[in-house]
């Protein structure tokens, strides 16, 4: 259930690909919403959220499918505009007295345009100056006949009822998606409908600081909570938040393995303990970790040991801390968000390395988490509010098992040495060259080979490495970032130069899919 006094708006999820989209254009427009499955809304759901408007996603299922996804009626008696898109036209459509039609033949994907058929309505305010608008399509069905009290306001050649609309009850249906790019006015929409919908624009980072700094309060009371730091922003944004509602009951642990970047264990430690004077716990462990990961050079058994390690590590220094009853994860709404499944219920997806490996349930501790109902981009936002420095914040992000997945096959203290230096250099060319806000993630692996060289007069026989550096949203996929020439070669040799043991220098140019980021 929502915990927020700000106006919200309900959008009901069958299924779609870009549901989370919706959320992200509503954000932008300082409007609080949240995601909830079809099969969780319920009346006395609707009751309880009291959603000033509701959104219908679109989805992959067919109004004609046996247990096709159904809002519950009792959605269009609560007074409140509506939007639907995609199927979520459709089911409105359909329930409301209007037909579908299976799309044979009549399918359209991708790109196509919509046309005005009719006077214009405040939905559609800004929409066709240019006498038609490009929108993004991607639906087999649609709808034929528009439901009692509808009227048609958009045709595309393929869907006859691109946009409709009952203005008085304040229902619409698009049968495309204004969420994506290739809609590129699709944002006007949104920004109209929460307009008429009587939406203050309100839910602004500022208010979500106070809010949240009083939800934490009321859950932790005078407990003490214990933090997991690892130095991302999502911890480090968590931490600073739990500490400015709750002071000194918060102790962070912060737990170095021997596998982080040059100065990052030094980074973290002066700006929680000396900047914001948080209790923080130093684990210096890196003895421990390097002697269990000493000849191994599986990918999968690194990550296990060091995995295991850290839950050990943790539970001994959290201990320290004595009594205490939370713990605190930067847990984000993408991890949490419900995803449809039509197989069976609705599931919870949550990435695993943010849970911090089933230590709450063995601990017997509880949650806090703070950041749940934020985006990456609004999670910045919020370091922002709370004055984390500016390099803090656009950090890319880094692995937990840290430099050991940059480091194929077996890890020795020599080759993380040199290891850490070159990707000094690449982060300080990219920097220089003002590239670092542009990608996703850049770092650099050291190869398992010695290659021969030829410095000055000598010959050598060192390391090879691979720089990496690409372009992503959410680290789902990705693409290799184009560096010029120059740069590229620049930084070869200030590379070589620069860090002994290094004499070979690649650009690892695979996207991903068919590759990963990391290369382990
Ligand atoms: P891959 O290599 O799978 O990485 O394309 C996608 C994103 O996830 C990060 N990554 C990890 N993060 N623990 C983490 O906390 C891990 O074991 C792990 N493996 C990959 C990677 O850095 C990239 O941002």
Redo the contacts with the bound molecule.
Sequence with gaps: MPQTSHDRLLIIDFGSQVTQLIARRLRELNVYCEIHPFQTVTPEFLKVFAPRAVIFSGGPASVFADGAPMPPPEVFGLGVPILGICYGQQVMMQMLGGHVERGHGTAEFGRAYVTPTSQRIDLLEGWFAETREQVWMSHGDHVSRIAPGFEVFGISPNAPCAIVADDSRRFYGLQFHPEVHHTPNGARIYENFVRLAGFKGDWTMEAYRAEAIARIRAQVGDAKVICGLSGGVDSSVAAVLIHEAIGDQLTCVFVDHGLLREGEAEQVVTMFRDHYNMPLIHANEQELFLGALDGVSDPETK?KIIGGLFIDVFQKHAGEVGGAAFLAQGTLYPDVIESVSFSGGPSVTIKS?HNVGGLPEKMGLKLVEPLRELFKDEVRALGHELGLPEAFIGRH?????GLA?RCPGEITREKLAILRRADAVFIDQIRRHGLYDEIW?AFVAILPVRTVGVMGDGRTYDFACALRAVTSVD?MT?DYYPFSHDFLGETATRIINEVPGINRVTYDITS?PPG???WE
Aim: net charge positive; aromatic share 6%.
């Design positions: 990550r390395h992000p880094f692995p937990g098992p997945i993630q680290g990705a991903k990963t980021i990391e």
